[in-house]
């Protein structure tokens, strides 16, 4: 997995969550001030990602490596970062990925374990399951999957079109 490491600032909340679930290290705040994210982004090395023009200004000013992103889209977006900071894209893996609401590493988990965390209807269709011990939320391989899967297919061909 790649070693970069991204904060987004408050725009980017879908960004940031997709960034998540294909395995960067991303942290998202929507209520923090620009000064604490440069901050952060300064203490933590983490790639400063926003579509604000004078908050990129700032970040430069303070040395902090940053992405001006123009908020078109999370696949444009995406393929924007990528190229920038030229990261072969990963195939999206549930073993790889990150907990979409808080950054925190995804353990894969016996069923049965987490049988008092999710809907009986989920419980008796899905096998595997993958727990976030931070916020203890429960996710599997359901529907959503294919969705991921085409975004990760529309990612990858964008980095391939070099026209
Ligand atoms: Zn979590």
Not at 100 to 124: A, H, T
Request: include cysteine.
């Amino acid at each position: 997995m790649s070693s970069v490491c991204f904060i987004a600032d408050g725009m980017l909340g879908s960004l940031a969550r997709k960034l998540r679930i294909f395995g960067f290290d991303t942290l998202y705040y929507n209520d923090v001030e620009d000064f604490k994210l440069i901050e952060i982004g300064e203490q933590q090395e983490r790639i400063l990602l926003t579509c604000d023009k004078i908050l990129i200004q700032r970040a430069m000013n303070a040395g902090i490596s940053s992405v001006l992103l123009d908020g078109s889209g999370d696949v444009d977006d995406m393929i924007h970062i990528l190229r920038n900071y030229k990261i072969n894209f990963v195939e999206f893996l549930p073993e790889n990925s990150r907990c979409p609401i808080c950054n925190n590493i995804l353990d894969r988990c016996d069923k049965n374990s987490i049988n008092k965390l999710i809907p009986e209807k989920i419980f008796n269709i899905h096998e595997r399951f993958y727990l976030c011990k931070q916020c203890n939320k429960v996710y599997w391989e359901g529907s959503h999957l294919k969705k991921l899967r085409e975004f990760g297919l529309f990612v990858k061909r964008g980095l391939n079109d070099t026209s």
